[in-house]
């Protein structure tokens, strides 16, 4: 339910709470290279936290590092053997300025970004501009082997070619390169097995979670389960490792029993216990330090079943925490006051607990391409008896806004200068505001029917998930509450996030769409359903595109009757999520959330190069040094910014890579 992604950025950076300057000079634009630009974040007030929960930190982030592989052969079973050929290339071949190597630089940069061959947000491999000759003879003068099989896939575009297939009417997994399932494994496999072993007891098990399904040579399918002794053991040995020392440093019971949990499942594999950790985990909320770390997020699966690897460890920013408690306090208010129908309202809404976080580390699936927001557990009925945590990743947010100041971004794409001066003013601080919305009370609202099941509306639930909680964000940043409860300064303030949302979502998000393509990515499908049903419906001009001295601009007319617009969609969405109405839901999607206009699309992309801007940002994370005395406790953890993107990969490659590399 997260990987909120930043949608575009502020031009300057409202929320100053916590702009206490380390001493070290920070270079926050690290490395660009294609569509892609690496940045830097800060870890502010790291130094306020006592040394137990610095020690606590500092061994979560080792726990962090050490998953790192599993995610690259979650992406694809080549990955590991292509990363480490290449790395190995790149640090014994001789001539270092060969043009062919230069070229094979860019392709290493570009792997380390997508954790793997395929672009990280487009799903599509991406080929070597480097030629094959040229590194077939780089891997002799450098001693390297690579089968060519594995070379046939890095050069020949037809193999491996996506890395999801969404695509209605294919076989989903049999055309998905990702490693979720072994090969010659079909949907309709893993389909029957899923049926046949789905848990559908009140408190059901996550069947598939944590296991790769394979076919045996008999031709039945079997689980691998992620586990030490079973698949990605040797990288879950050093995670667990870490957590286990991690232990001696707990601030509470609570947060120690989550590590216990979390251990324990990690060496068994039982998900069992993976519920009782992911209880645990929700109850646990006097921390100030907080982590997640484990198979979760499952967009990467086609069917949207099993978790890909990732780890966040941070710290409560207690400051801004009171922005979102507020809205915590009032989660009633806001379920009740929701446009959606009665009868699929929460009639109680529990423990939605929410804050804003300090990221200190991010590892798997989060690096370096990160959320901004995050709301787990994602078992619906865990969030129903328990609730749910969600965070909003202030630091993270504020190191993109840094990144955009002054890029020219605004002045390209809003129609007047009164649009541009709101969004100077109020973009960061709605962003963040709809932020906390969105995953604070937007996917923690509503419930299903009896008898439905998440999984009802397959491949369109992740985009209709993620509509509904933005829109339910969107319906309430407008209203007079906001003011009231004092999260916005004026009645005026939220307009620049509609407006915001409604040009990225009909225009300035297609630069991240190659020519010809379709809309893929859930939360980008969301978007444009969103901002493209609004403008088809509205009927008495509410909001348009518009064309000036040949450029088309959002145009907004009626930001209250937008909003009413707003409210029918979320109501329908709620709907159909309730009902689980898969029709309905595939409806909407093909409608209004996948095609392109293609002259339109041509004159963004064009407008956008002009820019020399990159559309998507990852980081490079902080280095933590800890100090250990002769008792084998920490005394002292030390924190800088100074390490480079090429330095950062090499060092985890180096330090942090212990799995096969065929699995
Ligand atoms: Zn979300």
Redesign the pocket.
Known sequence: ????TIIFCAAIALMGCNKKQPEQKINYNVDKFYDLEVLRYEVPDFESLTLKQQSLLYYLTEAALWGRDIIYDQNCRYNLRIRRAVENVYLNYTDKQDQQFLLMEKYLKRVWFSNGIHHHYSEDKFLPEFTREWFVQALQATDTQLDDEVIEVMFNPALMAKRMCQTDGMDLIANSAGNYYGEGMTQQDAENWYAQHKDTTAEPLWIGLNAQLVKDEQGNVQERVYKVGGLYSAALEKVVENLTNALQYTENDEQKLVIEKLIAYYQTGNLQTFNEYAIAWVKDLKSRVDFVNGFTEVYGDPLGITGAWESLVNFKNIEATKRTAILAENAKWFEDNSPTDPQYKKEEVKGVSAKVITAAILGGDCYPATPI?I?LPNANWIRKEYGSKSVTIQNITDAYDKAAQGNGFAEEFMLNEEDIQMHNTYGSLTDNCHTDL??CL??ASGKLLPGVSKDDLKEHGSAI??AR??LFALYYIADPKMVELGILPNKDAYKTQYYGQMMNGAITQLVRIEPGKDIEEA?MRNRQLIANWALAHATHNEAAIIEKDGKHYMQINDYEGLRLLFGELLKEIQRITSEGDYDAAKQLIETYAVKVNPELHQEILARYQKLNLAPYKGFVNPVYKAYIGQDGKVVDVNISYDEGYVEQHLRYSRDYSVLPSVN
Request: glycine fraction near 14%; charge should be negative; proline fraction near 0%.
């Open positions: 339910m997260k990987k909120l927001g709301n969105h995953e937007g996917h998930e993620e909680a933005d939360h």
